[in-house]
């Protein structure tokens, strides 16, 4: 099932950049990339989705290798509150099927 | 407040009884999902819709669950004879209907509903 591979876990100090790497080597040319974080007790929430040029939001930018084969989630300043579990997904099948897998654990520290 | 609402957000039960979570999705999302989630795992698909149509479902949908969106708004699922593996947390989504094809676009999600089987 596991299309995309993201480190465990990763920690950064407060008000630094953060840049969360994700491997999905088996991508299809149609594929989206797409990020989700969840916060403790809380459902997912949506952080930022691309297909081939970079992304950028209000929470954060998205930087796709030019084969597509990696991306990496940068925010650009580690608050407190940015402390979740990230989600790297390529949505399965007709791309309403989102495999989470287990994410990588962000921990900021003060 | 005008995002995804889900209830109960907490519900324990025996285990062979029956339960029923509701789904009250963003107006006007043509796009319903169902996730579950257990502890230290990500969420895992189960089942979704377009409009009153349920279009996709996952293996993990025994024939003991089931899911209906019958006007095309709400959505409620139902599992019949819990199992105390059904103990998890029950996730809703919805989505609007994007314009480019293969784009699945933004998911909002609801804040679950905790199923508890004894």
């Known amino acids: 099932d596991a299309k995309t591979t993201q480190p465990n876990s990763m920690e950064s100090n407060e008000e630094e950049p953060v840049h969360l790497p994700c491997n999905h080597s088996?991508?299809?040319?149609?594929?989206?990339i797409h990020w989700y974080r969840q916060l403790p007790s809380q459902g997912p929430e949506y952080v930022i989705h691309?297909?081939?040029s970079n992304v950028n939001n209000r929470m954060a930018s998205l930087a796709i290798a030019e084969d597509r084969k990696s991306s990496t989630l940068i925010l650009h300043r580690a608050t407190l509150r940015d402390a979740a579990v990230y989600y790297c997904i390529l949505p399965e099948n007709t791309g309403n099927q989102f495999y989470f897998g287990t994410g990588t654990s962000l921990t900021v520290i003060p | 407040d005008t995002g995804v609402s889900q209830d109960p957000r907490h519900k324990i039960t025996k285990r062979g009884q029956n339960v029923t979570f509701r789904c009250d999705p963003i107006s006007e999302h043509n796009r319903l999902y169902w996730y579950r989630q257990t502890l230290g795992q990500g969420p895992e698909f189960l089942t979704y819709?377009?409009?009153?149509?349920?279009?996709?479902k996952s293996r993990l949908l025994s024939d003991r669950f089931s899911a209906e969106r019958p006007k095309g708004s709400f959505s409620t699922l139902e599992i019949q004879r819990t199992e105390q593996g059904d103990s998890a947390m029950y996730l809703c989504?919805?989505?609007?209907?994007?314009?480019?094809?293969?784009?699945?676009?933004?998911?909002?999600f609801g804040e679950g509903s905790r199923l508890t089987v004894l």
């Open positions: 819709f377009q409009n009153e149509a349920q279009l996709e």
């Open positions: 989504a919805s989505s609007p209907l994007t314009r480019l094809a293969g784009d699945t676009g933004e998911l909002f």
């Open positions: 088996t991508i299809s040319g149609t594929d989206y």
């Open positions: 691309g297909l081939t």
